[in-house]
Nanobody
Framework: QPEFVESGGGLVQPGGSLRLSCTVP????????IGWFRQAPGKEREGVSC????????LYANSVKGRFTISRDNAKNTVYLQMNRLKPDDTALYYC?????????????????RGQGTQVTVAS
């Protein structure tokens, strides 16, 4: 299991923004598809967004479309999740996952490697 370095979570008021980062030292992430997932207490795990290694195709959950943006900085070997207009329902543990998938998937079943996550809490 590789070590993931995830950061950027925290407490933010509704309507605020956070940017999550994910890097995996030793992995050249542009060769891997990356997914962001979230798990909130009492709720099912949800695929938030993912970006494919092959063509950069991006997927978003309907619940975050228009508010969240996934991006990849190959020079920094880092994938970001910019989260804007945050809502209390976005409160969850967010984690990234990766695998050598040509096309990213919205369920983490397809990813062999997962980080420990960073907590995002949206509350006034």
């Amino acid at each position: 299991q590789p070590e993931f370095v995830e950061s950027g979570g925290g407490l933010v008021q509704p309507g605020g923004s956070l940017r999550l980062s994910c890097t995996v030292p030793g992995f050249t992430l542009d060769y891997y598809s990356i997914g962001w997932f979230r798990q909130a207490p009492g709720k099912e795990r949800e695929g938030v967004s993912c970006i494919s290694s092959f063509d950069g195709r991006i997927l978003y959950a309907n619940s975050v479309k228009g508010r969240f943006t996934i991006s990849r900085d190959n020079a920094k070997n880092t994938v970001y999740l910019q989260m804007n207009r945050l809502k209390p329902d976005d409160t969850a543990l967010y984690y990234c996952a990766t695998d050598e998938l040509s096309n990213c998937r919205s369920t983490d079943y397809y990813y062999s490697y997962r980080g420990q996550g960073t907590q995002v809490t949206v509350a006034s």
